[in-house]
């Protein structure tokens, strides 16, 4: 791959120029479904040896990209061909909107110079794209396009992050041109203000029950060592969401997750750092607790909570500054050793749960025997509502950056994309995705892409033939349910065998463990169907006040 010096020309068509871009910022792969309008794209990568992955449905597409954003830390790219090609897109863009995701998608677009004439596929994508991307614009010109993705991914790159969208119409992209090759990128870094730093400190320091939930943009941000610094300096219990998960390993005696409810009953200061305080968090109402909400930008700040402290800015910068506040730090041995009972207790019953031999099987079965073949580097990928509700519960990652759900956006069909991101990325590690039979309709036919491209993965389906966190709860509000049912038994791993995978159904607890070996072993996407109790139900209140 010849490589591009700064300040030197490039010449070429727009793909040519828009590569050029994309690799000063490190990207180095491409999503995509075949679409005549991103030819020149392909035609670049082509020549260049870039790498191409090309999926069923535009969706896995964008959820690929966010997987490689997400566990890269890195720009992640999707190309989708114009109109509907960008429209199936959006969902996938909302979600890395949701989740400070770094995504660039490049779209096709009708020629500008018969738009209004009824092109095939012309549509103004920009209006649609707008509210969910940081930058979006249409380029208009083909020497600009090298210059137009620098803009797009600095500000996709900046705290905080998020998505960016630009469509190049048909003559720009196909059309020659040149211009100077993108220099190194520059991210701009927020300061914090150092009084709202100190307080926050203060806060915590004095606080004699101190909690810390440690969300996805600790990880995005790079911030990991600097919380457990921080949390270790001042002696604070640490929950986890998000992709915090694992940023401090289960083993460490700060790291927390079956005391939730107790902690955040009896904490006098909860300190939230890198996630929102939306309903994942109860909206940021922790009773009489004091409220310490740091952020990596201004514009992170809850709107509906007033904050003790609000911190905004580089969260590796803010958490050093914490780790090395230099004034006295109450003792919390004690709130420590109570959190720690309620947490070992927690983890008995959790135990218990996992190991019990029912029939039908109960999905925290499943969770127990994943538990024993996972890798301690293992990806986990969350596709699904109630099935995937046991593994937040259930499993309890090793390492930060190894977990990857919707994220708040919820959008199911994730899975197949997420899976394909991450065995781009880790080419010789396990990547187990966990979909939910209902959550496998949106995306399963993307097999057939893994398998055809090489792509390995294991695919553990929670199958109760129902929509579990809809049937239950209309049952409950109205005594009856509609369109909450799905096929009982439907052999998901039949197609995924069709589609050049493989894979099996398990109808006995017994049964789950050797099944999950076979699949880790195999060397190409299987799929592991487990018929699950249709009346267990994740145990939690409704979240959609």
Known sequence: MAEVIEGATIEGHGGDLALAALRSFGVREMFTLS??????????????????????????????????????????????TAGPGVTNGISGLTSAFFNASPVLVLGGR??????????????????????????????????????????????????????????????????????AAPGVPEVPVLEADPDEVARAAALLAGAARPVIIAGSDVWGGDAISSLRDAAEALQI????????????????????????????????????????????LGFGD?????????????????????????????????LSDIAGFNREVASHAEWISGLRSAEDAGKARDAEAMAAETDPIKPARIYGELRKVL????????DGGDFVSYAGRYLEPAQPGTWLDPGPYGCLGTGMGYAMGARVTYP?????????????????????????????????????????????????MYGYDVAADLQPGLRYDEVVRALGGAGETVEKASQIGPALTRAFDSGVPYLVNVLTDPADAYPRSSNLA
Not at 433 to 461: C, H, I, K, T, Y
């Open 35 to 80: 679409g005549g309008h991103v030819f020149p794209l392909y035609d670049a990568a082509h020549k260049e040896n870039f790498p191409i992955f090309d999926v069923r449905h535009e969706q896995s597409a964008v959820f690929a990209a966010e997987a490689v954003a997400k566990l890269q830390r890195r720009p992640g790219l999707a190309v989708l």
């Open 286 to 318: 922790f009773g009489a607790a004091s409220v310490v909400h740091i952020v990596d930008a201004p514009s992170q700040r809850a709107s509906h909570v007033t904050p003790s402290a609000s911190p905004a800015g580089d969260l590796r910068r803010i």
């Open 375 to 382: 890798a301690s580097d293992a990806v986990t990928i969350g």
């Open 428 to 476: 010789d590690r396990q990547i187990c995705v966990l979909l939910g039979d209902g959550a496998a309709g949106f995306s399963l036919m993307d097999a057939e892409s893994l398998a055809r491209q090489n792509l390995p993965v294991v695919m553990v389906v929670g199958n109760n033939g129902i929509w579990g966190l809809e049937k239950h709860p209309m049952n409950a």
């Open 237 to 280: 219990p640490v929950f986890t969401n998000g992709m915090g998960r694992g940023a401090l390993p289960p083993s460490h005696p700060l790291a927390f997750a079956k005391a939730r409810r107790p902690a955040l009953n009896e904490a006098d200061v909860v300190c939230v750092i890198g996630t929102p305080l939306d309903f994942r």
């Open 110 to 179: 009708a020629p500008q110079f018969r738009w209004g004439s009824g092109s095939l596929q012309e549509f103004d994508h920009v209006p649609l794209v707008a509210p969910i991307t940081k930058y979006a614009g249409t380029v208009a010109d083909t020497d600009a396009i090298a210059g137009e993705i620098r803009a797009a991914l600095t500000s996709a790159l900046t705290p905080h992050r998020g998505p960016a969208f630009l469509d190049l119409p048909l003559e720009v992209v196909f059309s020659s041109g040149e211009a």
